[in-house]
């Protein structure tokens, strides 16, 4: 199960969602088997984005295409996709162990291969010995491992992340951005990562999509976004930081 | 949850559930009748064990609430009924059985035994009673003498009486009243209303009332207090007597147009008016045999009121005027 | 790439089937009885329209009044005392309290009434206590008499949903409070209030629909006929004048009035989206201050007392019987078992509906995108509730008069028993289900689609655990309540259908004034003894 998998493309081909008065239209192709970091301002539609590919929330017009094959109106569970969220990502009734069994069998029959693959899963994600725990006995950043051990276990070619690590202090942080490049290197998933840190992207992505107003404003190699000459729109997100930053404390140094 | 044991457990249940009536190898009579006619304490064990060891034949009771889903069930399950007697109605139903249909009439019956006579060619009686206000002796020294000393009254002690719309007894005051008061009986109840404590939707409950203490009055029957000085040894409930006389209460029973098929129906009527019946009927119905004894009355029945006059509309009457006597009540008592 | 035991096709949400289902089987059992007496009274069409005439303006009036008085003489207070009790999680006797006021709805009616009047009658223990300068005291009979009556049903029923939806807070925002130092009545305007406003409409209309087809109550306490409520008529109408067409239409009249009421009750609430996080930490960051402890002591008390008072009086009275001879009675403990079973298999029913219904609501309500909500969404919310409204007797006549030529419609009764009863108590089952539901939904749901956890896998290993609790006591409720009730079979009566309440009544019936307070007791005992067992089974181990 450690072969690479044929790594799968994601694209949404003029995809538009209502939801109430707003309104999104997506269209965006992300390259298989790359780490994409999408970013944007609070409401441009980073998570309904990462939605719309789960299959959380289905288009009112145009196609979601997972490796080539429309998904548009297939339910989340049969998309080739697995999704780790910021908060709730384990049954808290679970025990770590059957949480990460839930990836291999949804009703929970797991076969004695099932049962070596979770505890791989669990020892890869650093939470050997702590099979039995409830996830209110676990830290957060531990609770988010045991979501990646999830996704190790249900062995899908899309990874979708959705500021799963924005909670945790920045050690911890790195440690989990560690463990995702590992995965990614190890099964080669197309990762679509949505974050607000800058730094968070810029350490784990090759590519980034940068939203606003419900659309893509900007999307390209990533070091594109910090060289300096990134979009308009991408300049005025970061603010004060990276490269406009620079060009600030030039400006105040004859004060 | 285990689905297969709840499964099993609902199983399990209906089939407790279930009537479960025995194979008769014996000829049967099903007679329908009200719960407290079949109830341990009620005539029906004792009717059952007399008749059936006079015929070799097997008594079935199907019990419902009262006389009035009695006539009910009969109605509904009409022609196809499985009663062959249909006993507990009383003569202000008979009328609205007859036009069901329902019924055929009897044969020979002797000992008949009741006020004023009876001639009904379809039902026959068996026990009688008359509706009387019982009073609390501990709270009431001097009781009403007559119906008009009853409306009349000091509004201050009161009397829980029932809903004519949903009781026998409440039924009956409305024809009491009608037949002492006639024209002038919206007048009367006008004037009564202010003694009414409340007005209950059944006999049961206003008798509750009354022996909580609630009301030192209570519509009943002159027979009532037979069963406090014989099963409670107490004096303490009596009825009052009015000089008007007393609204008289004919319970009575019929054959079935399913009943006519079977002999032993014809043979349950003759015997109902017998010793081997009557004799459960006073201290178990609590009401006046209608038919013949063998055992004398105990004597607390002769120290009940006996009332002057016996007041009744015939069944006829009743049927014809029901709904405009109920509806001037209604529209007096909800003033 | 899909795992091992997924379907190969999208299959239509289960629990939407279910609800579907649900929402089938409570169609049948009041579109038939309805069939049955349509059919019955079409013959006489003329008593469907006497039925509206001004003595039915009169009652429908009254009706309304009382009902709305009810209503919010033991909402109001019950929104108080649930909140008390929430503010002390742990105290001596709290299981105790909340266990009792299970209990009134499970005593008959007049049973109810007389322990009500054995303390506010004119007999009653408080009688001498409020007789003033020579006057005796006049009994609580009319309008007061009963709202006393009401109260005493709906003001335990009120604060245990109350207390539910309280306790469904998520405990990151109690924690939240305390810490930033809320004081009680901030507390209260920021978190309380939202989360009982948003059970507010339900509570209210629940205790406004039992109110509303109140009967016994009403009649025996009211003074007089012009205490009378539609129900009575509908009552009239099908026992003495056997008149179906105008108990239907009667029933649609009620119905209607029910519909206007609880719509503009629904107004009054807010739907609240909860935060949904990880319960991470079982709450005990509450700190009531000195002040506020002893004003929730008494609030508590006052209504414990006021609840446990008529309660205390059935007891005393029951304990005149001779309850040794009673319990040996073959009648009685044929009837003790009989009540016993059909409440369980009521309560199992009423319980698997409303866990159906509340699911598909659940499953409707994420699916759709805006306010605007869809016509099964509607009735899988509020619609159900409206059986409450229907009375018993027209179930039972309606069914009896459409089976009659089919069947020996009597050996059913225990069906019917079973199934109109389990009806009767969904409402209350929905109510204590729905909060937890709803939020363990909004915690599981996107991990159950995207892992593809359905039916009834996700039913028994995600669902149950944080339900059970909430399961107990919707089963305690709808048990409780079947085990009072004899409205079904009061038309026709039948052999196979001894119940206690039925006993209870019939040995009222025939002087036995003592039997049936002792087995009025015997009734409360048996009710109580469901309750505890249904509260131990929900217990169980906390996940």
């Not at chain 3, 190969?8 to 279910?18: M, Q």
């Not at chain 3, 039972?396 to 020996?408: I, Q, T």
């Not at chain 3, 915690?443 to 956890?453: D, F, I, K, P, T």
Request: aromatic share 8%; hydrophobic share 50%; with cysteine.
């Amino acid at each position: 199960m450690n072969a690479v998998q044929k790594a799968a493309s994601v694209s949404l081909d003029k995809v538009t969602f209502g939801y109430g008065d707003v309104t999104f239209s997506f269209d965006a192709m992300f390259e298989p088997g790359k780490i994409t970091a999408i970013m944007g301002p609070s409401g441009s539609g980073k998570s309904t984005l990462l939605n719309l590919v789960a299959g959380f929330e289905t288009p009112d017009a145009g196609k979601v295409l997972i490796d080539e094959t429309d998904v548009t109106t297939s339910s989340p569970a049969m998309r080739p996709v697995s999704m780790v969220f910021q908060e709730n990502n384990l049954f808290a009734h679970l025990s770590v162990e059957q949480n990460v069994g839930l990836g291999r069998s949804a009703s929970m029959r797991l076969t004695p291969d099932d049962r070596a693959a979770v505890a791989e899963a669990l020892g890869r994600a650093g939470l050997a010995g702590k099979e039995k725990r409830l996830p209110r006995e676990l830290s957060g950043g531990e609770r988010q491992r045991v979501a990646l051990a999830r996704v190790l276990v249900r062995d899908r070619p899309v990874l979708l992340l959705d500021e799963p690590f924005a909670s945790l202090g920045p050690a911890l942080r790195t440690d989990m951005l560690e463990l995702v490049t590992a995965l990614h290197a190890e099964r080669g998933m197309t990762v679509l990562f949505v974050t607000h840190q800058p730094d968070d992207a810029r350490r784990i992505a090759s590519a980034m999509l940068f939203l606003e107003d419900g659309k893509v404003a900007a999307s390209g190699p990533i070091e594109k976004f910090f060289a300096g000459t990134g979009p308009e729109a991408f300049r005025r997100y970061m603010g004060a930081e990276t490269p406009v930053a620079q060009s600030r404390h030039v400006a105040r140094k004859p004060t | 949850m285990r689905i297969s044991g709840f499964v099993g457990f609902t199983a399990f249940a209906l089939a407790t559930l279930a009537a479960t009536a025995p194979a008769a190898a014996k000829d049967k009579l099903t007679v329908y009748t009200y719960e407290s006619f079949t109830a341990e304490w009620g005539p029906g064990p004792l009717v059952k064990k007399n008749f059936e060891a006079s015929c070799d034949c097997e008594v079935s009771f199907v019990s419902v609430a009262d006389g009035v889903a009695l006539l009910n069930r009969v109605k509904l399950e009409g022609a196809s009924t499985k009663a062959d007697i249909v006993l507990g109605l009383d003569t202000n139903l008979t009328a609205d059985a007859k036009a069901a249909g329902l019924f055929v009439p009897h044969g020979p019956v002797s000992d008949v035994d009741v006020p004023g006579g009876w001639s009904d060619d379809t039902f026959v009686p068996f026990d009688y009673g008359y509706f009387a206000v019982v009073y609390d002796t501990e709270k009431l020294k001097t009781p009403p003498q007559s119906l008009k000393e009853l409306v009349e009254g000091d509004p201050g002690q009161k009397i829980v009486i029932q809903d004519p719309r949903t009781s026998t007894p409440g039924l009956g005051l409305v024809l009491w009243v009608k037949a002492v008061y006639g024209d002038k009986a919206a007048d009367a109840w006008a004037k009564l209303k202010g003694r009414v404590l409340t007005v209950t939707p059944g006999w049961s409950e206003a008798y509750g009332l009354f022996t909580k203490g609630e009301a030192p009055m209570v519509l009943s029957y002159t027979t009532s207090p037979a069963y406090h000085m014989i099963s409670e040894k107490t004096e303490r409930y009596q009825a009052a007597s009015f000089s008007e006389g007393h609204y008289l209460q004919v319970e009575v029973a019929g054959i079935t147009t399913t009943g006519a098929k079977n002999p032993l129906a014809e043979k349950f009527m003759a015997f109902m008016t017998g010793p081997g019946f009557q004799d459960a009927i006073p201290e178990t119905n609590w009401m006046f045999p209608a038919g013949k004894m063998d055992k004398p009355l105990d004597p607390a029945f002769d120290r009940l009121v006996k009332p002057a006059k016996s007041l009744v509309f015939s069944p006829d009457e009743v049927a014809k005027n029901r709904k405009d006597w109920v509806d001037e009540w209604l529209a007096v008592m909800s003033r | 790439m899909a795992g091992r035991d997924e379907p190969v096709k999208a299959a239509p949400d289960t629990r939407i089937t279910a609800g579907v289902i649900a929402l089938g089987l409570i169609a049948i059992l009041v579109g038939g009885a309805f069939a049955g007496l349509i059919a019955e009274g079409a013959g006489n069409l003329a008593g469907a329209a006497a039925a509206f005439d001004g003595y039915l303006f009169r009652i429908a009036r009254f009706t309304l009044w009382q009902a709305a008085l009810s209503t919010l003489l033991s909402v109001a207070p019950a929104l108080f005392v649930a909140r008390a009790l929430s503010r002390h999680p742990v105290f001596f006797g709290r299981t105790l309290i909340l266990q009792l006021f299970a209990l009134p709805l499970a005593l008959p009616a007049i049973v109810a009434a007389l322990g009500v009047l054995a303390l506010y009658g004119r007999a009653g223990y408080f009688a001498d206590l409020l007789s003033v300068g020579g006057q005796n005291w006049p009994g609580i009979y009319g309008l007061s008499g009963i709202l006393v009556a009401h109260v005493f049903f709906n003001l335990p029923l009120a604060t245990r949903l109350f207390l539910e939806a309280l306790q469904a807070v998520p405990s990151d925002q109690w924690r939240l409070s305390s810490q930033l130092g809320m004081r009680a009545p901030a507390t209260f305007r920021l978190i309380e209030w939202p989360a009982l406003r948003a059970a507010l409409p339900g509570v209210a209309g629940l205790v406004f629909m039992l109110c509303i087809t109140s009967f016994t109550i009403v009649l025996t306490l009211g003074g007089g006929p012009a205490a009378s409520t539609l129900e009575v008529a509908i009552y009239q109408a099908l026992r003495f004048d056997f008149d179906p067409a105008r108990a239907v239409s009667l029933t649609l009249i009620q119905i209607g009035l029910t519909l206007l009421v609880v719509g503009a009750l629904a107004r009054l609430g807010a739907s609240m989206t909860g935060d949904a996080n990880l319960p991470v930490a079982p709450r005990r960051y509450l700190s009531a201050g000195n002040l506020e402890t002893v004003l929730n002591a008494v609030l508590i008390l006052l209504a414990l007392a006021f609840v446990a008072g008529p309660m205390a009086a059935t007891v005393m009275a029951g304990l005149g019987a001779d309850l040794g001879r009673l319990a040996g009675e073959a009648a009685v403990r044929q009837a003790t078992m009989t009540s016993l079973v059909l409440a369980c298999l009521s309560a199992a029913l009423s319980v698997a509906i409303s866990l159906s219904l509340v699911m598909a609501r659940r499953a409707l309500a994420i699916r759709r995108r805006s306010e605007r909500r869809s016509l099964l969404e509607l009735l899988s919310d509020t619609g159900p509730a409206f059986v409450l409204v229907v009375p018993p007797i027209v179930l039972g006549a309606g069914w009896f008069v459409l089976l009659r030529h089919v069947a020996d419609v009597f050996a059913i009764a225990p069906v019917m028993v079973v199934a109109v009863n389990a009806m009767m108590a969904m409402p209350f089952a929905l109510r204590a289900l729905r909060p937890a539901y709803d939020a363990a939904s909004e915690r599981h749901e996107r991990l159950c689609a995207q892992l593809g956890v359905a039916g009834w896998t996700r039913l028994l290993l995600i669902d149950w655990p944080p339900l059970r609790r909430p399961l107990a006591t919707a089963f305690s409720f709808a048990m409780a309540l079947s085990l009072g009730d004899l409205g079904v079979i009061a038309l026709f009566g039948s052999d196979s259908v001894q119940t206690l309440p039925y006993l209870l009544l019939a040995r009222m019936g025939s002087y036995r004034t003592a039997d049936a307070a002792g087995l009025a007791l015997l009734l409360g005992l048996a009710c109580l003894a469901l309750v505890l067992a249904a509260d131990r089974l929900g217990k169980g181990r906390e996940a």
